[in-house]
Antibody, heavy 118, light 108 residues
Framework: QVHLVESGGGVVQPGRSLRLSCAAS???????MQWVRQAPGKGLEWVAL????????YYADSVKGRFTISRDNSNNTLHLQMNGLRADDTAVYYC????????????WGQGTLVTVSS | EIVMTQSPATLSVSPGERATLSCRASQSVISHLAWYQQKPGQPPRLLIY???TRATDIPARFSGSGSGTEFTLTISSLQSEDFAVYYC??????????FGQGTRLEIK
């Protein structure tokens, strides 16, 4: 079983930065990990993906160039560095783990809320 | 980018009845389609992947079908705990991975 816990959310002014973390209990070092977000009252939006070893990273166009996904397999931790935050980045951010061989989201954390507001 | 369109936006069904939710892809995603259930204040829960394979511990009343561009999630004999929002997601062409806008299943 895998348990994911996000942290680092909060209220931040437009243009500022925030770093989210996702701590995993259970095995994640052989699996790709992802971030998905959900604006208040809205649907799900994929944000970023990192391969099991960190060698490949992919981003949604809406965050490309501003967000950076990274991982520390020795500490079972996933990160999302968010720079140049905008009001439309306001959302609950979930980390999620894939099952092997499928680009779906099998395990989810409870999410951390990021609010971008002046 | 593959656009996923779900219908209807809201579905009202009585407990014990069958619910049929639809998802359409803007181009073929073969069978690389997943369904999720989300209840208020909770993260989504994976129900179906590969268009028709139930995820671990998902009850048999949930079934998925379809291929190409047209997909269906069927919930037979609705239970009280099934009233939630349902999302489809394609993973054939990525990035980006894309979700439908959701169908809200409410009690009639």
């Amino acid at each position: 079983q895998v348990h994911l816990v996000e942290s680092g959310g909060g209220v931040v002014q437009p243009g500022r930065s925030l770093r989210l973390s996702c701590a995993a209990s259970g095995f994640i070092s052989s699996y790709a990990m992802q971030w998905v977000r959900q604006a208040p009252g809205k649907g799900l939006e994929w944000v970023a993906l990192i391969s099991y070893d960190g060698s490949n990273r992919y981003y949604a166009d809406s965050v490309k160039g501003r967000f950076t996904i990274s991982r520390d397999n020795s500490n079972n931790t996933l990160h999302l560095q968010m720079n140049g935050l905008r009001a439309d980045d306001t959302a609950v951010y979930y980390c999620a783990r894939e099952p092997r061989g499928r680009r779906v989201f099998e395990y989810w954390g409870q999410g951390t809320l990021v609010t971008v507001s002046s | 980018e593959i656009v996923m369109t779900q219908s209807p936006a809201t579905l009202s069904v009585s407990p014990g009845e069958r619910a049929t939710l639809s998802c359409r892809a803007s181009q073929s995603v073969i069978s690389h389609l997943a369904w999720y259930q989300q209840k208020p204040g909770q993260p989504p829960r994976l129900l179906i992947y590969g268009a028709s394979t139930r995820a671990t511990d998902i009850p048999a009343r949930f079934s998925g079908s379809g291929s190409g561009t047209e997909f269906t999630l069927t919930i037979s004999s609705l239970q009280s705990e099934d009233f939630a929002v349902y999302y489809c997601q394609q993973y054939n062409y990525w990035p980006p991975i894309t979700f439908g806008q959701g169908t809200r299943l409410e009690i009639k």
